[in-house]
């Protein structure tokens, strides 16, 4: 006898792992960037120190936001792709250490043209305090991802849910409506 069945539960239970397929693969393009991302030319013993602390190179990087000095961002970060454009902004300062986690310390700028606030995270890395520019991999390094992640995931499993269940109501009454009228 071929039962049709009421739940497609394969088909389900792929669809309940999209959020989890896809932020598994980020975060493998996270560590595989990681791999490359780093010039070991910025992490020589002259470097070492010159950023012992991550308030100096929270100190380093006001001069460089101001004048946009790409060069110079490209040491604070020691990255082998640096930033495409720094925009300058002359009238930006250092205010303070804003937060510090487990990895990351978040400093606080203050842009007095416009009075924008910027954000600037710094991180150790081989020894050295790095500057961190806000990219896919800061995201997955740092655990922001949760905060887009996690609602987007509940939104898409809710979706999954609401959407099985209407296919299996729709399924049982049209089996039952069969069943009376056969």
């Not at 595989?32 to 020589?44: M, N, S, V, W």
């Not at 004048?67 to 490209?74: T, V």
């Not at 082998?80 to 250490?97: C, N, Q, T, W, Y």
């Amino acid at each position: 006898m071929d039962k049709k069945r009421i739940i497609d539960w394969p088909y389900f239970i792929g669809l309940m792992l999209v959020p989890v397929i896809i932020v598994a693969i980020l975060f493998l393009y996270a560590k595989i960037d990681e791999l490359t991302r780093y010039d070991p030319a910025y992490f020589t013993e002259e470097y070492l120190e010159r950023y012992p602390s991550p308030g100096m190179v929270a100190i380093g990087l006001e001069p460089v936001l101001r004048e946009g000095d790409e060069d110079a961002m490209q040491e604070l970060l020691g990255t082998r792709r640096g930033i495409k454009s720094i925009e300058a902004r002359p009238d930006l300062i250092l205010v303070f250490l804003l937060e510090a986690d487990e990895k990351y310390f978040h400093y606080l700028y203050f842009d007095a043209s416009d009075y924008n606030r910027v954000l600037q995270y710094i991180k150790k890395w081989n020894g050295r305090y790095i500057a961190s520019k806000m990219d896919l991999y800061y995201y997955m390094d740092s655990g922001q991802w949760k905060v887009v992640a996690g609602p987007l995931a509940f939104a898409w499993w809710s979706l999954v849910i609401v959407f099985t269940a209407g296919v299996f109501v729709y399924r049982r009454s049209r089996a039952a409506q069969q069943k009376r009228y056969a």
